[in-house]
């Protein structure tokens, strides 16, 4: 009966490195959004997907960031060559279908350094 | 178009009071109004929703009030409790996914 689930919790990287968040959604939940969270904000829309599909990256910048959602495994957000305008909270949620209801994970926080 | 507000920023009630935040959109085809609320550390976590069928929905302590008209709904906590204290997010979406967020009320609730 596990939620979602996001690692790493934290992650440090210094300035140029690759950063690799990943997130599995909860059981039988094939629908994954990704947000970001700046320090005392709201959440904003990255990404969104399905097994193996984008559906809407529109919140997405469009150097450095990418995600991925295989057939098998987890959903991954990568980010190239981080800068400290990167750090922040990243959530993951994921839903049963486009409509129903986000459940969130705990988030990973980024530090670059 | 696309933004939500929400306020105050931050909130302090007393034990047992009740507590209001605000929020306002500017478009339209929003059709779905969630709360959420967040403690430090964790992820947001959904609270109470609706949809702009109906003017108010109840879950226990927590009642949301949808203003079609006025394109502003608030979220009323009754009998506020200290375990309330978090941060709270309104949000809308004309999709049910890529939601757009408030800026989040701290709401600290005084024993």
């Known amino acids: 009966n596990a939620g979602v689930m996001q690692n790493p919790r934290h992650l440090v990287r210094r300035r140029g490195q690759e950063a690799r968040l990943r997130c599995s959604p909860m059981k039988g939940h094939s629908h994954v959004y990704w947000y970001r969270q700046l320090p005392e904000e709201g959440l904003k829309f990255m990404v969104y997907?399905?097994?193996?599909?984008?559906?809407?990256e529109s919140g997405m910048p469009k150097e450095r960031f990418s995600a991925e959602f295989p057939k098998e495994g987890p959903s991954i957000l990568r980010i190239q060559q981080v800068v400290r305008g990167d750090s922040a909270a990243y959530f993951c949620?994921?839903?049963?279908?486009?409509?129903?209801?986000?459940?969130f994970g705990p988030g990973t926080r980024l530090t670059v350094l | 178009q696309q933004q939500v507000k929400q306020s105050p920023q931050s909130l302090i009630v007393q034990k047992g009071g009740i507590s209001i935040i605000n929020c306002a959109y500017e478009n339209t085809a929003f059709d779905y109004f969630p709360w959420y609320q967040q403690f430090p550390g964790k992820g947001p976590a959904l609270l109470i929703a609706?949809?702009?069928d109906v003017s108010e929905k109840k879950e226990g302590r927590f009642t949301i009030s949808f203003n079609k008209s006025a394109k502003q709904f608030s979220l009323h906590i009754m009998d506020s409790q200290p375990g309330d204290s978090a941060t709270y997010f309104c949000a809308a979406s004309y999709s049910n996914y890529q939601l757009i967020w408030g800026a989040g009320t701290k709401l600290i609730i005084k024993p």
């Open positions: 609706i949809r702009p």
């Open positions: 949620a994921s839903s049963l279908a486009p409509r129903n209801e986000q459940f």
């Open positions: 997907l399905q097994k193996e599909n984008i559906i809407d």
